[in-house]
């Protein structure tokens, strides 16, 4: 009688989920009881102002589109699984939406390459030092590599102080949220169009990570030709991005 009435209520009920039994991610998980829901007028007013706000009419007409909505399937399947204890499933996640997006090609130093794009693109709207960054993706990488092959769990002894799980997968969370702004720029930009839109945007990002491997202090020209300078990180109890536009009004990521 209860799932009837918040049947009638409501969109869809998921009574049953994953339980994790303690183990690596290749072991069958358990069944346990939970109950979630939504309200479909809420979730249709919610999808409306995001539309607006991040001028998505056109969502899926661009090139960029289809990578960046794969993008942030796993983004929302990683921070879905966080509350629930499954963090070692989260930060697979996590990894996966990066290297989908930013990932290099065969042959390339596959985790370098990724760790320097996340951080060319989010130092600037997280505050921290793109060295620093880049040291806390690869860790992440290795930490994902351990829970995959080895069966790791938990932690890492890490040279950033930053070795507790949880802790880590927040602030990936954080730089992965920039990144998603940095993308929603580039999908509009003329730059950005036509079959080869991904790579156009990744030889804009390589250039300031060459720049930075120079040794070159990235500038506001630099800045401004990814839109990383438009893009504010918020906190609180709606956390996400702001990206601000030409003028000067922002839009929630």
């Known amino acids: 009688e209860a ?13 049953f989920t994953r339980k994790e039994r303690r183990h690596g991610w290749v072991v069958p998980n358990q069944v346990s009881f939970e109950i979630t829901t939504t309200v479909p007028r809420a979730l249709s007013k919610g999808k409306d102002s995001i ?3 991040l001028r998505l009419s056109d969502w899926g007409k661009r090139s960029l589109d289809d990578v960046i909505q794969r993008y942030s399937f796993y ?3 990683a921070t879905d699984l966080m509350p629930h204890g499954r963090a070692e499933e989260a930060l697979l996640h996590m990894v ?5 997006l930013l990932g290099g090609d065969p042959g390339e130093q596959l985790t370098a390459v990724l760790s320097e794009r996340v951080a060319v693109l989010s130092h600037h709207a997280i505050g921290r030092p793109i060295d620093q960054i880049i040291l806390c993706v690869k860790e ?7 829970y995959v092959h080895r069966g790791e769990k938990g932690h890492l002894d890490s040279k950033l102080d930053r070795g507790n799980l949880t802790e880590r997968l927040d602030f990936l969370l954080q730089a992965a949220r920039v990144v ?15 079959n080869d839109a991904r790579k156009a945007w990744l030889k804009r990002i390589d250039i300031l990570v060459a720049k930075h491997r120079a040794g070159m ?37």
């Open 3 to 15: 799932l009837l009435r918040m049947g009638s209520m409501t969109g869809w009920v998921t009574v």
């Open 51 to 53: 539309e607006q706000a």
């Open 75 to 77: 983004v929302t399947s």
């Open 96 to 100: 996966f939406a990066l290297d989908l």
């Open 140 to 146: 992440c990488y290795e930490m994902r590599s351990g």
């Open 180 to 194: 998603l702004g940095g993308a929603c720029f580039a999908r509009l930009q003329p730059w950005c169009q036509g």
């Open 217 to 253: 202090k990235l500038g506001g020209e630099d800045l401004a030709g990814l839109g990383v300078d438009r893009i504010r990180v918020e906190s609180g109890r709606l956390p996400g991005v702001v990206l601000i536009d030409d003028h000067d009004s922002s839009s929630w990521i």
